[in-house]
């Protein structure tokens, strides 16, 4: 197992706190120190909470239905996605980062991984505190900090940090490494899932101290190969660099259950059209192409008037495939051949599979296009992927497809809290009044 060499090595792990939430709260005043509550997609489960509804007992995943009473008791504030929105929050906060790091890792919409060994001369944890809190002077979502040797001990370092509000919000544990693994629940450790828990909690094993104790024969044996790197990093020996994206994806998916049931032929391929423009857009983005593409149906399973049906078809690629025409041409001969007209659907979704890079690209050799086709075929897709970002970058479909001019609502998401689009809408942007 080879290891980063650690001379200088520091890690930090940035992340926004309740981050939808956040949002929400940061551009409407009226919302500041109250609870507020965000729900999935059709409005059915809790996906984020601010700290006061935390508070209130609210629990990640709860369905909205279960908590009537105690929103209405409480005056919770409870709103749709709005991934729009977020979406912009999360670009602006990791260009944020990259102002004051000369490495950045997202990890996710609220995360980052940021490397801190070029900052030698500088108070680390005040520099920490530094950027925390222009984070929440420019874009107003409050962070927390973990830092360390490896990236495992950053996140648990940043796990340390939430738990405990006299941080401040940050946590460098560079000399306070025991005293962090002693502290922390072993359920708390980066990788270690509820079953792994529970298995080491048998053990004896109750913090990630106890778990650095184990000899590596033990470890590789019951926690196989990643385990094993955990403990090394949870030890001080990085297994783990920053990368700027993952080089290894295999497979991306688009997928969204509808705002009500769907049985029509025609309006499940408009829906199907829209999720094949959002995988092309994402496989552009990866610069990747499928090889095997899949699409997926089901119908309600909690509705007991209703048969449950699910189905899904994967087929492979003559052609590898990342243009919306292509994906969807195969899409729709996918969706057809499991479609049953009797039935009433309430989630699909398109996957593709067996992903490969766009530059390696080659030709079916009993397939001949020239190379001038393929390139123009290329760049005709690039500029309608473009065309289509830069018009709908305010999350309305001012651009689409033909096909969807007679738009279908029911397969869409119910989204009866949707918030303003403040900062990528200039109609929906926060008025002040003076007085």
């Known amino acids: 197992m080879s290891y980063i060499p650690q001379e200088n090595k520091v890690f930090g792990l940035v992340d926004a ?4 939430a956040s949002c929400e709260q940061a551009l409407n005043p009226k919302l500041k120190n109250k609870p507020v509550i965000v729900l999935s997609n059709n409005d059915g489960c809790v996906i984020s909470r601010s700290k006061e509804a935390k508070a209130l007992g609210i629990q990640m995943g709860q369905p909205a239905f279960e908590i009537r009473d105690l929103i209405e008791k409480h005056q919770v504030h409870v709103f749709s996605s709005n991934f729009t929105l977020y979406a912009d929050f999360s670009y602006r906060f990791h260009e944020i980062l990259s102002l004051f790091f000369p490495n950045v890792e997202v990890y996710s919409v609220d995360e980052s991984f940021v490397d801190f060994s070029g900052l030698q001369g500088f108070d680390i944890t005040s520099y920490a505190h530094f950027v925390r809190n222009e984070i929440y002077r420019w874009i107003k979502i409050p962070t927390c900090i973990g830092i360390g040797r490896t990236k495992t001990l950053a996140k648990l370092a940043n796990r340390y940090a939430k738990m405990y509000p006299e941080t401040n919000g940050v946590f460098n544990s560079l000399q306070r490494e025991e005293f962090l693994l002693k502290s922390m629940p072993i359920e708390e450790v980066w990788g270690i899932g509820r079953k792994l828990s529970e298995f080491l909690k048998k053990k004896g094993i109750t913090t990630a101290y106890h778990l650095i104790q184990q000899n590596d024969y033990w470890i590789r044996k019951n926690l196989k190969i990643t385990g094993l790197r955990m403990v090394k990093e949870l030890r001080g020996y990085a297994c783990y660099d920053l990368e700027e994206f993952d080089p290894h994806k295999k497979s991306t998916i688009v997928s969204r259950s509808f705002g009500n049931p769907v049985q029509d032929f025609d309006e499940l391929c408009e829906a199907l059209l829209v999720f094949c423009e959002k995988l092309s857009e994402k496989l552009h983005h990866q610069k990747q192409q499928a090889t095997f593409l899949g699409v997926f149906i089901k119908s309600n399973p909690f509705d007991k008037k209703e048969p449950y049906y699910s189905n899904y078809r994967v087929k492979k690629l003559e052609t590898p495939a990342y243009t919306i025409r292509e994906l969807y041409h195969h899409a729709k001969e996918l969706l057809s051949s499991i479609y049953q007209s009797k039935m009433k659907y309430k989630k699909m979704g398109v996957m593709a599979l067996g992903l490969v890079p766009i530059k390696d690209f080659q030709n079916d050799l009993f397939q001949y296009q020239s190379e001038e086709k ?55 942007i926060p008025i002040a009044y003076i007085k």
């Open 17 to 20: 706190n309740n981050f939808y």
């Open 374 to 428: 393929r390139e123009k075929e290329k760049k005709r897709n690039e500029t309608i992927l473009k065309l289509l970002k830069a018009y709908n970058h305010s999350g309305r479909q001012k651009i689409q497809f033909a096909k969807n001019l007679q738009s279908h609502s029911s397969w869409k998401p119910k989204q009866l809290r949707l918030s303003q689009r403040y900062t990528t809408n200039i109609e929906e």
